[in-house]
């Protein structure tokens, strides 16, 4: 049997092929835009991180060292009265690193000239709350790093 009209022209044929290949594209372009927007960091942070007594001790006073918790870069500062303090290093406005600036002993965000003083609370700029702030406690030669939220009740309170 013999049909005398196909059910698909060629230029119908063509027009879907084109259509679905700028369908596709468009599709493949603009992913990664909407997981940019829409992207909320749930990854697991670890309950605490450590840190050899040594490597503390190296750590002059008033300077600061960069630490690895997590996904989340963290800042160990050592006052100038020898107290070690832990706090995440991004900025609570846009996530953007914060330096120590020990000659007037505050953290800086250079993104948009934010400044934080030495406990972490927000005293200058954009930012809209204070540094997360690690509890930091020492367990025979290693300092404990621990998220507050991890650590329960004795790192809220420390």
Not at 28 to 54: D, H, N, Q, S
Not at 55 to 68: G, R, T
Request: charged residues 20%; hydrophobic residues 40%.
């Amino acid at each position: 049997m013999k049909l005398k009209e196909s059910l698909l022209s060629r230029r119908d044929f063509f027009t879907g092929l084109i259509y679905g290949s700028l369908g596709s594209v468009a599709a493949y372009l603009a992913y990664p835009v909407v997981r940019f927007l829409y992207y909320e960091k749930k990854l697991p942070l670890p309950k605490a991180v450590t840190i050899t007594l040594a490597d503390i001790e190296k750590l002059s006073l008033n300077s600061a060292v960069y630490f690895q918790y997590g996904y989340l870069p963290g800042i160990l500062v050592r006052t100038e009265a020898g107290e070690v303090r832990a706090f995440s290093a991004k900025c609570t406005h846009l996530d953007c690193n914060v330096n120590y600036k020990p000659d007037t002993k505050t953290f800086h965000c250079a993104c948009h000239d934010g400044y934080f003083d030495i406990t972490g609370k927000n005293i200058a700029g954009p930012p809209p709350k204070p540094l997360l702030a690690f509890s930091v406690k020492q367990e025979g030669d290693v300092m404990v790093i621990s998220h507050p939220e991890e650590g329960g009740a004795e790192a809220k309170k420390a």
